[in-house]
């Protein structure tokens, strides 16, 4: 076997009876047959080799957009629950100037009999919550002006 | 800097002494008449100091007569005060009352009242400890701003079935 055979063998690793005999008498490819296998060594050792871990782009834990989303929904929750909770309104103070005509006794009331349809269709009528229950404070003014008058209606 | 700190001061100030305070060295007497607005009858019955105040309720309602039921006199400073009793001739039990009074410092100084309460009651029976049962037959309730000595008239069409009416007429007095 010549020596370049023998150095293509080696480099592909394949080793078999012939090499080995070539080796063991020629310096020259002993020396390479024993540097392949230090380079040999070598790289299996860099594999084993535990790497320094790489270092890792730390992000903030709490983004600015996750703060600024949280303050909305706080400010929010806490508007809606005092417009749910607000107190209702005071009664409206009117003025006006009122002249009343005249009251009608209940026996002049005039009988009207209320006339159904006969196309009546049903209809869902929607409640509507009644907000202030407080009476009504009408502020009326008079030609004199020691005397006000507040009328409540109910 | 100096200028806009002092601007404020003086604002504030000013507002308040416009503010209504707290009654604290004045009483206020408060004559009040309890009167009944009716669609029936021919003359009024009235002391002569609310003919003023009852040509103007004719004026612009259309009670035919206009009745004195009760008259008294409440004295108080700020805080609540109250009093009770029963109306002659129809034996109902009121009670008068304010929950807070407020006095304006400037005159002629504003009497302001929070929470006036009129209500008149009757006996509808009695409990097992022998207590009076009331059932409530009308009641005012009301915050109320007056000026001093101004006849100021409170009142609501809702006394009885017949659509006669409630009147309060309160003449604040503020005794310094």
């Known amino acids: ?154 | 800097m100096i200028r806009r700190l002092v601007w404020m001061l003086v604002a504030s100030a000013v507002l308040s002494a416009q503010a209504p305070v707290p009654a604290a060295n004045a009483n206020v007497e408060m004559t009040v008449y309890l009167i009944s607005g009716s669609a029936q009858g021919t003359a009024d019955d009235v002391p002569k100091d609310l003919d003023s105040t009852v040509k103007q309720l004719h004026s612009v309602f259309a009670y035919k007569t206009y009745k004195l039921s009760e008259s008294f006199i409440l004295r108080g400073r700020s805080g609540n005060a109250s009093t009770e009793g029963v109306l002659p001739g129809v034996g109902l039990h009121y009670r008068f009352g304010y929950y807070k009074l407020r006095l304006s410092g400037d005159a002629p100084r504003a009497v302001q009242l929070d929470g006036l309460n009129l209500e008149l009651t009757k006996p509808s029976g009695q409990f097992k400890d022998g207590k009076q049962i009331h059932e409530t037959v009308a009641k005012i309730y009301t915050d109320l701003d007056m000026r001093d000595g101004q006849k100021t008239v409170v009142g609501k069409s809702s006394l009885n079935a017949i659509g006669d009416a409630l009147i309060l007429v309160i003449v604040p007095k503020v005794i310094e």
Do not use: F
């Open chain 1, 1 to 154: 076997m010549k020596c370049q055979e023998c150095e293509l063998l080696l480099a592909q690793g394949e080793i078999g009876p012939e090499v080995e005999g070539h080796v063991a008498g020629c310096p020259s490819c002993r020396s390479l047959a024993a540097e392949l296998q230090a380079n040999a060594h070598a790289m299996r050792a860099m594999n084993e080799e535990i790497l320094p871990a790489l270092p890792v782009q730390r992000h903030p834990a709490y983004p600015w957009w996750r703060w600024t989303s949280a303050a909305a929904a706080v400010v929010i929750t806490l508007g809606a629950a005092w417009w749910v909770s607000r107190p209702a309104k005071p009664p409206q103070i009117v003025s006006v100037d009122v002249k009343v005509a005249g009251l009608v006794p209940k026996a002049e009331v005039p009988y009207v009999k209320a006339e159904i349809p006969e196309t009546l269709t049903p209809t869902i009528v929607r409640a509507v919550p009644v907000a202030n229950t407080e009476p009504l404070k009408v502020k009326m003014l008079t030609p004199d002006p020691d005397v006000v008058i507040y009328w409540l209606i109910d």
